[in-house]
T-cell receptor, first 114, second 113 residues
Framework: DQQVKQNSPSLSVQEGRISILNCDYT??????FLWYKKYPAEGPTFLIS?????DKNEDGRFTVFLNKSAKHLSLHIVPSQPGDSAVYFC?????????????FGTGTRLKVLA | DAGVTQSPTHLIKTRGQHVTLRCSPI?????VSWYQQVLGQGPQFIFQ???????GRGNFPDRFSARQFPNYSSELNVNALLLGDSALYLC????????????FGSGTRLTVV
């Protein structure tokens, strides 16, 4: 049972435009959400996170939005750059469980076209 | 500062064999987790250790075991390897306070033949 879903396996965006990556979750106990970026032959790199007490968090070109009622989060990258081309994973965690266990989605491959 | 280091980077084993994967966390990080990533999937949680104690276990068979040493490094052991154990094994560490995000190593690519 996939608790964290990324329904778009791939996305292509023109350089300079906005990239929007989406993620849905089913477990209402999740209270912390993260986005990771992964290049081939490297481990995932932490990008940005958001707690369930917030609905938005920004860090430079990256913004994460959380809609708890819809159990949906999205990552916005503005402006998109060719170096952003990678696989993006959404992850969720129940911080109250005492186990810092992440549930990952299956990833979205972003390609930014120059 | 060195990141999370894992060894070996690649490994080929035969079905039925045993394998040990090693991880050194970032200095000062006391929490280590292990994940398995199969091609086309997201990483799946295997274990979490904190201060040498197991704090969480994912849905993996007992063939998988791990431990954390006094210097906070960790080993993941897999017995009686199956073809389906072929995957990228990722180790991640985090500081117990502050930023919640784990820092991942580059992984060990295990191929079982």
């Amino acid at each position: 049972d996939q608790q964290v879903k990324q329904n778009s396996p791939s996305l292509s965006v023109q350089e300079g435009r906005i990239s929007i990556l989406n993620c849905d979750y089913t477990n209402s106990m999740f209270d912390y959400f993260l986005w990771y970026k992964k290049y081939p032959a490297e481990g995932p790199t932490f990008l940005i996170s958001i707690s369930s007490i917030k609905d938005k968090n920004e860090d430079g070109r990256f913004t994460v939005f959380l809609n708890k009622s819809a159990k949906h989060l999205s990552l916005h990258i503005v402006p998109s750059q060719p170096g952003d081309s990678a696989v993006y994973f959404c992850a969720a965690s129940d911080a109250t469980s005492g186990t810092y266990k992440y549930i990952f989605g299956t990833g979205t491959r972003l390609k930014v076209l120059a | 500062d060195a990141g999370v280091t894992q060894s070996p980077t690649h490994l080929i084993k035969t079905r039925g064999q045993h394998v040990t994967l090693r991880c050194s966390p970032i200095s000062g990080h006391k929490s280590v987790s292990w994940y398995q990533q199969v091609l086309g999937q997201g990483p799946q949680f295997i274990f979490q250790y904190y201060e040498k104690e197991e704090r969480g276990r994912g849905n993996f068979p007992d063939r998988f075991s791990a431990r954390q040493f006094p210097n906070y490094s960790s080993e993941l052991n897999v017995n009686a390897l199956l073809l389906g154990d072929s995957a990228l094994y990722l180790c991640a560490s985090r500081y117990s306070g502050g930023n919640y995000g784990y820092t991942f190593g580059s992984g060990t690519r295990l191929t079982v033949v």
